[in-house]
Structure formats: structure tokens, C-alpha cells
């Protein structure tokens, strides 16, 4: 059975800098009847495993580790026997939540993430936060981006470990060159294109600045 991409929305809080926020995330899952992956384990593990039901669980994928993207992941791969895979560039970020336990393996640019016959293509895009990546999956003409675009533009950088100017480089580099029809499945909020976002690259740059 060919791979599909799942769907859920997890609600809770993001703390950086004293500061706490409310927030909703999604969280995909990508695979077949038989496996799947996830990507982020934001704030409450059991909704996660009600999406994964009973198949294997081949990876717990970290798009970054702000708090509201990994706070469950230890849970959740405590829970299934999955190891939680993050960029090394994010460990600082990671610590923050999670002093006490490392994840399980590093996420590397360009490389291949294979499940139920389909690849994810790790894209190390920061800015955001220094390890940041997304998860490009050509064969479901998909890429999923956690914060680092969205439907409007990129994500936040006004705090700490982000930078203006590297998101943008990201976005423009390595994101923008996939193919326009590419769907972009964002770590909040809706879904959008690589096509309709792509004219207002420039416009994003103006508003930074």
C-alpha cells in the first residue's frame, strides 16, 4: 500500500526567553497500514499514538526543538520503542526542555529517511533555530517545514538562537527550488504551495528589515 500523509493538531504552551505562549501544532504522519513516521511530538503524546494506532513507529523526526515540537517526544518514544532524530545544530535548543536525555540520533543535511517505500530528504534549512530542517518527500509531492515557512511567510526570529537573514537564505535556497506544486505542510497553521508562496520572497525581506 502506498505511503499517505496524516494529520493532527495538538494544543499547548511555547516558552523561549521567559516568555509563554498558547499555541496549536500539527503534527504529520507519514506511512502505510503496516509503519509510519512522525514528524514533531508537540504536547500530548497519546493523540500522536491514536494517529499511529498499532503500526510500527519507525522514527520520532524533530523539525527543531522549541518546546512545543519535542516536548513529548521522550514520552512518545519511551512509549513505542521509536528513536527521536534531531539536528545537532538544535542540541542547545533541545536541553532546554530536555536536560536530562539526549535524543536517540542526529539528522544530517541530504539525508534519506526511507518508510513504507517512500523517502523523506532531510533539508537543513536555519534561521528559525540552527538546526531547523524539513522533510521533503518527493514521492508524495510534499515537503513538511515545521516553523521555517508557512502560508504568508518565514517564521519568527525575533528571539533566541534565530536569525533573520539565515531563514530567509534557507527559504530562498532550499526550499523555493523545490517544485512549485509541492505542497508545504507547515508546523502551525494551514498548508500551502511552494508556488503561490514563492512570488513574495521579496516582500518577506522588506517586512524583515
Given at each position: 500500500?502506498?505511503?499517505?500523509?496524516?494529520h493532527a493538531v495538538t494544543s499547548g504552551t511555547f516558552s523561549l526567553?521567559?516568555?509563554?505562549?498558547d499555541v496549536?501544532?500539527?503534527?504529520?504522519?507519514?506511512?502505510?497500514?503496516?509503519?509510519?513516521?512522525?514528524?514533531?511530538?508537540?504536547?500530548?503524546?497519546?493523540?500522536?499514538?491514536?494517529?499511529v494506532g498499532d503500526r510500527r513507529l519507525v522514527a520520532i523526526l524533530a523539525t527543531h526543538a522549541h518546546?512545543?515540537?519535542?516536548?513529548?517526544?521522550?514520552?512518545?518514544?519511551?512509549?513505542?520503542?521509536a528513536p527521536v532524530y534531531l539536528h545537532r545544530d538544535d542540541l542547545p535548543v533541545w536541553r532546554l526542555t530536555h536536560a536530562?536525555?539526549?535524543p536517540d540520533g542526529d539528522?544530517?543535511?541530504?539525508?534519506?529517511?526511507?518508510?513504507?517505500?517512500?523517502?523523506?530528504?532531510?533539508?537543513?534549512?536555519?534561521?528559525?533555530a540552527p538546526g531547523a530542517v524539513c522533510f521533503?518527500?518527493?514521492?508524495?509531492?510534499?515537503?513538511?517545514t515545521g516553523d521555517t515557512l508557512f502560508q504568508g511567510g518565514p517564521g519568527a526570529t525575533g528571539r533566541s538562537f534565530s536569525d533573520f537573514n539565515l531563514i530567509i537564505a534557507s527559504i530562498r535556497d532550499r526550499l523555493l527550488t523545490l517544485p512549485a506544486e509541492t505542497v508545504v505542510h507547515t508546523g502551525h497553521g494551514d498548508s500551502t504551495t511552494i508556488g503561490a508562496e514563492a512570488p513574495h520572497?521579496?516582500?518577506?525581506?522588506d517586512r524583515g528589515h
Open positions: 500500500m502506498a505511503a499517505r500523509i496524516e526567553d521567559g516568555d509563554t505562549f496549536d501544532n500539527n503534527v504529520w504522519v507519514v506511512g502505510d497500514d503496516a509503519e509510519c513516521v512522525v514528524i514533531d511530538a508537540p504536547h500530548d503524546a497519546a493523540a500522536i499514538r491514536r494517529v518546546d512545543d515540537h519535542v516536548r513529548v517526544a521522550p514520552e512518545l518514544s519511551d512509549a513505542t520503542g536530562e536525555r539526549r539528522l544530517v543535511d541530504g539525508q534519506v529517511i526511507e518508510v513504507a517505500g517512500t523517502r523523506l530528504e532531510v533539508i537543513h534549512t536555519p534561521g528559525h521533503h518527500a518527493p514521492e508524495l509531492g510534499a515537503v513538511f520572497l521579496q516582500e518577506w525581506i
